[in-house]
């Protein structure tokens, strides 16, 4: 079964300062790798995703993401947060048709910017 | 406009009274599915449906029921609530893609509290 680990549970930021959050799932075959955000009181968005191609990926408001298959990881990163993007971040992992096509879901990491 | 819209987005209610939270979605997809999140587990699958009248557990499928009668429609229903099910429900409906990939859309979400 596929799971997903988000390293840091809590992160605390300066404006301006860069983001990096870890992502790590376990699954031997292919998959189709996402980070989603939830601002607060709202429901979950799509920051960006990757299915194939580029492992460099890049997504709105400024996110990016690196697929490294070799080390099963596909961290998020931000070079200058800002006050806006506190909200609580999503990896998820979908093994495809081989899973049920079911999205497993990190743990989440709360970020707070500071202004 | 594609989306998927759930009903209530907001409900308290008592111990042992059935609810039904309604999801519909205008995509055409098959694939749809039931997620709660709690704080610090992230979303975690109740049940998802491959297609009409086909249904399956996900990871945390008891004390809900779900059905699937027609495409747009995906009802969760909690026979017999209890306070352990108070929660944040997503309804997600699935877009499969011709790559064997694919992208799930989430619901607003419904905030259940049952006291």
């Known amino acids: 079964a596929q799971s997903v680990s988000q390293h840091n549970h809590h992160v605390i930021l300066s404006e301006a300062a860069s983001l990096e959050l870890g992502c790590n799932y376990s699954?031997?075959?292919?998959?189709?790798l996402f980070w989603y955000v939830q601002y607060p009181g709202q429901h979950l968005q799509l920051l960006l995703k990757?299915?194939?191609?580029?492992?460099l990926v890049k997504g709105i408001k400024g996110f990016e993401a690196e697929f490294i298959k070799s080390k099963f990881s596909f961290n998020l990163r931000k070079p200058s947060v800002q006050w806006s993007d506190t909200a609580e971040y999503f990896c998820a992992v979908n093994a495809g048709q081989a899973a049920g096509n079911k999205l497993t879901f990190g743990g989440g990491t709360r970020v707070l910017v500071k202004p | 406009e594609a989306q998927v819209t759930q009903n209530p987005r907001y409900l308290i209610t008592v111990t042992g009274k059935k609810l039904t939270v309604t999801c519909s979605q205008n995509m055409n997809h098959e694939y749809m599915s039931w997620y709660r999140q709690d704080p610090g587990l992230g979303l975690r699958q109740i049940y998802y449906?491959?297609?009409?009248?086909?249904?399956d557990k996900g990871d945390v499928p008891e004390g809900y029921k779900v059905s699937r009668k027609e495409k747009r429609n995906f009802p969760l229903i909690l026979e017999s609530p209890s306070p352990n099910q108070t929660s944040l429900y997503f309804c997600a409906s699935t877009l499969i893609t011709g790559t064997g990939g694919s992208e799930q859309f989430f619901g607003p979400g419904t905030r259940l509290t049952v006291l």
């Open positions: 990757y299915f194939s191609g580029d492992p």
């Open positions: 699954y031997g075959g292919t998959v189709n």
């Open positions: 449906s491959m297609n009409v009248e086909v249904t």
